[in-house]
């Protein structure tokens, strides 16, 4: 069956365009126009101006376009979902928007205690990890994808841990918490590790495991988060087999799959950056060590 059957607001959700827009307006307002009224404020780069509309057009088209729909039908899409949400856009985000506003968010008086304790990276690291970890156990899984306060409230907060998992590898505020050099490998490498177990689970499961896929009650009720409850009275639908031909423990072992690839793909990125800024700087370093030998050298010359 078409997915045009449930109408243009469950496909494109107009309010989620709109407040996509009314967003990256803000953005380029207050960074700007009116970033002399923030202490410290320098001159919006393009790095950071790209990094935060890509964030923002990826943000809408995980969670407002086609993509959110058909993440109600296929396992595999919304696997991949989640780790553009929990990978890709928190990095993104935390190098667009500019140091200084960084700076006023994170020194606010309610934000800095919480923010302060949960960017220590090893509690950031176990946070994140254990969060999605839990999210994938079947039981709570089905729960959350079927309550919409359930599944917003939970994708906020995993959301909010990916910031923070993100926070000390890719934050440039002093005095914040962050991991340097050849630690970062270690860092990433480590979440690498903790979220493994949960994909593994997924990837080698011999039956599906998730009732929202597989089950036309729950998945039907799984779709009234996205599809307004008028269009669905007007449909008979028993299931997400209406809409693919894939099995659903194919289904189900391809978004594991999904999942660690593009976590390894953005991970791997991220870990060839972090070497080549380590190794530029231990070139730097000895280049300096170098140079002030001679210098020294040239000094005692002179001297005798």
Known sequence: MPLSIFGFQALWSPFFILSTIVLIAMYFFITIKKRHLFEGSQALSKKEASAFVIAIVLLYTVKGSPVDLIGHILFSVHMAQMAILLMLIPPLLITGIPIWIWRKVVDNRFIKPMFRFFTKPLLALIVFSGLFSFYHIPVIFDVVKQNEIYHSLFTLILFISSIFLWWPIMNKLEGEHQVHGLSKIGYIIGSAILITPACALIIFADQPMY????????????????????????????????????????DQQLGGVIMKMIQEVIYGVILAMVFFQWYRSEQDNAEEITNQALLDRQAFAANK
Do not use: D, N, R
């Open 211 to 250: 009732a929202t896929y597989t089950s036309g009650e729950a998945w039907l009720k799984a779709m009234e988060l996205c599809v307004p409850a008028s269009v669905l009275s007007g449909l008979t639908l028993s299931g997400p087999e209406l809409f693919t031909s894939m099995p659903a423990i194919e």
